[in-house]
């Protein structure tokens, strides 16, 4: 994943110092019977192989503090779908042809695709975990029809959503065997599919939510002297996800939101245990409210941290909102950072210089 450095982040009223990064990945078996695969009939067809690569993988290994999943669950694929397009030389003028579902090969990162033979070039958007999301994925991807929709309507049509619960309490990564799906996507080069020999096709997979990991003391989970972590508070994050993303060229540097997306207050809880709270917290692409929005204070993405604060008994809750310094301002106002799809933002909470809110 793509990597981002907060050199300060806000509290209300009372000053953390923190800095911050960023994340990626995703990968299992399809079991093709299950899908009628959509579009042109009759054609020739080519077996291809697919090599997935999920850029920026979280570090496997990292064993310590409180987590739900981990690294591996966020690397499986257990179902791929492949939709082709006739390429053409403006991209955005793709039409689609067709899909089929493909079946996993030696190893998680390897799968095969019966491809159709054409006279022109193809262009093919992958999406891993389509099975396993919430929201009619997999029948959206069945109703596509060859020339019905531009590429860029076929972008609008497949989302994914929140159930009900993760509305209130964020996305679900309880564990290793339960939790949502980590929805992929990724697109290959303009390719001749040609009967016979070999064809590999190089695809780089990005999962469609981001992921907020907080430590405190240092990424060891130190601790801070002064201060006992109890929780960490989601807030303000979108119920719906568009699966393919507007940019598809790999690392996105803007949201690309459902029109029809909600913005959700929460609250979700986590608990924080060992000073680090990892592989917890998820969300879809959330982006920041805008600048002449008069409530936008409240509708920013952010956390809200509770803590005893040095050697109180009740629990203070401080406010963190992601952002950059803005410049020219001695780091008394921040630039806010979008949540991006396929980015870790990593907070680490290095002192607390005093008592946070009541509530």
């Given amino acids: 994943m793509n990597c981002k450095n907060f050199k300060r982040l806000r509290f209300l009223g009372i000053p953390f ?35 997935l690569n999920v850029p920026g993988a979280a570090k496997p290994g990292e064993k310590s503090g409180t987590r739900a999943v981990n690294a591996d669950e966020e690397e499986e694929i257990d179902d791929l779908y492949v939709l082709a397009f006739k390429a053409e030389a403006d991209e955005s003028q793709d039409s689609y042809a067709y899909y089929v579902p493909a079946k996993k090969g030696a190893d998680n990162a390897t799968w095969t695709a019966l491809l159709k033979v054409k006279d022109y070039d193809q262009r093919f958007i992958v999406i891993a975990n389509a099975q396993g999301a919430n929201g009619n994925l997999v029948h959206a991807i069945n109703a596509l029809k060859p020339g019905e929709k531009t590429k860029a309507q076929i972008k609008e049509l497949l989302k994914v959503t929140l159930t009900d619960t993760e509305k209130t309490n964020g996305f679900n990564a309880t564990g290793a065997n339960d939790h949502s799906a980590f929805t992929m996507c990724g697109q290959t080069a303009a390719t001749k599919i040609t009967a016979g020999g070999n064809i590999d096709l190089q695809v780089n997979l990005y999962r469609i939510m981001g992921r907020i990991q907080v430590y405190f003391g240092d990424k060891q989970g130190a601790g801070v002297g002064n201060f006992t972590p109890t929780t960490v508070r989601l807030y303000n994050f979108n119920d719906k996800a568009q699966v393919i993303p507007a940019e598809l060229g790999g690392k996105v540097s803007q949201t690309t939101v459902p029109a029809d997306a909600v913005l959700q207050k929460g609250e979700a809880s986590y608990q924080v245990v060992g000073n680090k709270l990892e592989y917890s917290v998820y969300l879809f692409e959330t982006a920041q409210p805008d600048a002449a929005d008069a409530d936008k204070h409240t509708k920013r993405p952010c956390l809200v941290v509770g803590g005893k604060y040095n050697g109180g008994t009740a629990d203070k809750y401080y406010r963190v909102d992601l952002g950059t310094p803005k410049a020219g301002t001695g780091n008394t106002e921040l630039d806010y950072l979008d949540v991006l799809r396929n980015h870790s933002y990593e907070i680490t909470v290095t002192s607390v210089s005093g008592e946070g809110h009541d509530t």
């Fill in 17 to 51: 110092l923190a800095a911050a990064a960023v994340f990626s990945s995703c990968m299992t078996e399809l079991d093709s019977n299950t899908l009628t695969p959509g579009g042109e009939n009759g054609a020739d067809e080519q077996e291809v192989l697919l090599k």
